[in-house]
């Protein structure tokens, strides 16, 4: 049976709503909001890049992401570098720190997701896993980025679902 695709994209984005609020109470209390998590997870994912191209890429001012940038600097959890390329380009990156900050969020995260999917009957876990390259799909299809390996591969190598993000950061 072949749903149509406003269908399927209302259901979509329903489950998604749905996804977020879970995905905002399994958040662990780090002192850090979810848009500055979200924004060292793209740092841990994309690398050092400008400040610019981080606050377009997280939906946010300018203005926004420079005091953003300037508090987890603060934190040690980032720090700005000149451009190789361009010296007189700054660059923003995640630090040890940073990386481990968000390990621990994770860690914390995937250990309730564990006791929820015990929940589960085991087709609705096995409807999880197979999901999971669609959603690392559907994911890459906003950023315009190919489908480099799938989720439920990265999982199985121990590294998060989505690459760089656990189910939900984003």
């Known amino acids: 049976m072949e749903i149509p695709d406003e269908a399927l994209a209302a259901g979509v984005a329903a489950a998604l709503e749905r996804l977020i609020g879970l995905f905002r109470s399994l958040s662990p209390a780090s002192g850090l909001s979810l848009t500055a998590a979200a924004t060292l997870a793209t740092l841990e994912r994309s690398g050092p890049c400008r400040l610019t191209w981080l606050a377009t890429r997280e939906g946010v001012t300018q ?17 700005r570098a000149a451009d190789p390329a361009d010296g007189r380009v700054v660059q923003v990156r995640i630090t040890a720190d940073g990386r481990a900050m968000l390990a621990g969020r994770r860690a914390v995260r995937a250990e309730q997701v564990t006791g929820l999917l015990n929940r589960l009957s085991p087709d609705e876990r096995e409807a999880l896993a197979a999901a999971l390259p669609a959603m690392d799909a559907l994911v890459n299809a906003e950023r315009g980025e190919p489908v480099a390996a799938s989720a439920l591969a990265n999982v199985q190598r121990g590294e998060p679902a989505v690459a760089g993000l656990t189910i939900g950061e984003r």
């Open 63 to 79: 203005p926004a992401m420079t005091q953003l940038i300037a508090r987890l600097e603060d934190a040690g959890l980032v720090d």
